[in-house]
Structure formats: C-alpha cells, structure tokens
C-alpha cells in the first residue's frame, strides 16, 4: 500500500493545489511579491455554480481513438478533483483556471435535456450512440441538485435512441429505473471507472469521488439488472497503479463486468504542471521516476495529442501494460460479450409523449 507522504499543507478535499496560468487571458491574479502583504492571499475553495445556455448540446467526436459517435456534456467542470483529468483543458476556454477553479467553478446547462430533444427531432438525424459525458463526469455532485443527466436519459428512453455512460461516481444508480428500460432493447452500455483499489492513492489522486468498493458495488448492482457494465482501469499511471491492473480486472470480474479497457495517462498542457506540483508534494521520493516513465510511454514527452497512440502509449513500457491488461481480461472474462447497440428502435415521439401515428 502507497503511504501518504507530506501532505500537512495540502488544500484538503481538491486535487489540484494551485491555479495555473489560463494562456487565454491577458490578466492574471498572482502573489509575486508576499512579503508586502499583512496576511497570505488565499483563493477560495468554495464550489461555485455557473448557469452556461449554449446552442446545442450534443457534438460529434471526430477521434478515432472514442468509440461513439456524439458526446454531450450537461456540466463543464467537475468537482471530483481528479488530478490527472485531461478534461481540466477545457476549463481554460470559459475564462478559468484549469487548476483549482476547474473542481470548484462548476458551469451547469440547464437547458440540455430540452437541447438534447430538439436534436433528435431534426428530420437529419440518424440513430447513433451519444456518450454522456465524453469530458466530465455525468453524475459528480451537481447532479444531486439539478438532476440533468437523468432528464436526458429519460428523453434518450422516449426516442430510443443508444446511449453509452462513464463514471466513477455510485449516483448512477439512483437512475437504475431507466438504465433497465433502456438495456432491456439493447440502448444502453455502462463504463465504471476504477483507477485504484488502495483508498490511500484514491483519496490523493480523485479526493471527492466515491470508494473503490462502492464503485464495484455499481458493477455488480448494474451486472444483476442485466445491464452491460465494463471497467475502465484509468488512466494508468506507471510507478504508481500500473501494477493494480490484474487485481482491478478480477474484481470487477466478480462483480459481473464484461470487459476491461484502459488508458494511459497523458499530461497534456496546463495538467502537466498540475500533476508535476501534485507528485512532487505527495511522493517525493518517486516522483521523478514516475514522470519518467509517463514520458517513456509518450515518446519522450508527457503530453501526447497524436490520435493513435495518446490513450494508449507506445513503447516496451506502454505494451507491457497493454499487455498486463488483455492478459487479466483473457484469466478473468473469457468469453464475456456484451450485446450490440439496436439503432433500429429508434422513434420520434409527439411533442405531448405520446407516439405519432404514422412514422
């Protein structure tokens, strides 16, 4: 088990410790010259929501490396505060830090149910599989108040139309009414996140996400209800998790999973520096063996936005790990499949929820 190490002056409950420099903005707040100050400048750690009214809510995914064909986010943000969360990016384009405002500026789209059904009403559209999310976390805390994903489960439902879902968070079943309705034709397939079952790393690397063990207990609830459920061991981050992965793999196993997928963890632009401040502070005395051989998997590099080989690595150390991966699903779910999406359902229902007479 990974021991906790200097961590007395760390922000507790978030991820990141610091806000990165946003490349976007010509201003910054910075504290270049403390001893001028009567007493230290602290930001605020608060979550904060952002209500956002964008145009369209459902976008199509043009990389190869994703296997569904839409995405859509009805939060920007999240407050999970996983560290190494590629989505962090994104932050920077609405004006904030991909720093500490990413886990607590939430932007919440309130109108993304009704801007989800107005998409699948076009004459133009084609039964295809939308991601929820794609980019961050479809059940963090959030919603438990505005209950976003729900409603656009439920109109996903009323048109019969796939849908494929990520996430690392237990709300999930709260919505196992609808997730039954959607898998008993074929709708819906589920991914649970699991980047560790040592809750001290869990607690360092994602603060404000649910126990491994609660996130098994998702597999297995959603196993018995006969809706497809995979683990995703992600990202692996060698030095600190990569040696998890056959334990991972037998455990959701045993919960029901079907399959087991992974990626390896690329620290693209301002995650970069979050991460490096993070290792540096938690595990000092690995720290620069384990950014090492995140940059042996990448080329060299710790970024890598090659479409190919970004997810998954290239290298000995990479394919080993690959390697590690297809070797515990071959010990541990043989012959375990997971029925294909049915495009052929799909509907368009009366604006009054009743179904049109003639289609």
Not at 103 to 110: F, G, L, T
Not at 220 to 248: D, F, R
Not at 308 to 327: C, D, P, V, W, Y
Request: with cysteine.
């Amino acid at each position: 088990m990974l021991k906790d190490r200097n961590t007395d002056n760390f922000i507790k409950g978030r991820g990141a410790q610091l806000n990165t420099k946003n490349k976007y903005l010509r201003q910054e707040l910075v504290t270049e010259h403390i001893e001028g100050l009567d007493e230290p400048l602290e930001l605020s750690h608060t979550t904060q929501y952002f209500l956002e009214y964008p145009k369209k809510m459902v976008n199509r995914i043009d990389s190869p490396d994703i296997p569904s064909d839409f995405s859509m986010n009805p939060y920007q943000g999240c407050e999970h505060g996983c560290v190494y969360c590629y989505a962090r990016n994104t932050h920077q384009y609405w004006g904030y830090s991909a720093g500490l405002d990413f886990e607590s500026k939430i932007i919440v789209k309130p109108e993304a149910p009704a801007l989800l059904e107005a998409e699948l009403r076009k004459k133009s559209w084609k039964p295809a599989v939308i991601m929820l999310s794609g980019n961050t976390d479809c059940y963090q805390p959030a919603e438990r108040k505005w209950k976003l994903t729900r409603r656009m489960l439920e109109v996903l439902l009323r048109f019969r139309n796939p849908v494929s879902m990520i996430t690392k968070n237990n709300l999930i079943l709260r919505d196992l009414d609808i997730l039954k309705e959607l898998a008993a034709m074929d709708l819906v397939h589920v991914a649970v996140s699991i980047t560790s079952l040592d809750e001290t790393l869990r607690l360092q690397l994602e603060p404000r996400t649910t126990t491994a063990k609660n996130r098994l207990k998702v597999i297995e609830t959603l196993s018995k209800n006969n809706i497809p459920t995979m683990v995703m061991v992600a990202p692996i981050i060698p030095g600190l998790n990569s040696h998890e992965i056959p334990a991972i793999v037998e455990a959701a196993a045993n919960c029901g999973a079907r399959n087991a997928g992974m990626t390896i963890v690329r620290l693209n632009d301002s995650v970069a520096e979050i991460f490096k401040d993070w290792i540096h502070k938690t595990y000092p005395d690995r720290a620069e063996k384990v950014l090492n051989q995140i940059a042996e998997c990448h080329g060299g590099k710790l970024s890598d936005s090659r479409f190919g080989t970004r997810m998954k690595g290239e290298g000995k150390l990479a394919e080993s790990i690959r390697q590690l991966l297809h070797n515990s699903v071959d010990r541990f779910m043989a012959n375990r499949t997971a029925p294909p999406y049915n495009k052929s359902l799909f509907r368009v229902p009366s604006p009054g929820g009743q179904m049109e007479l003639f289609m």
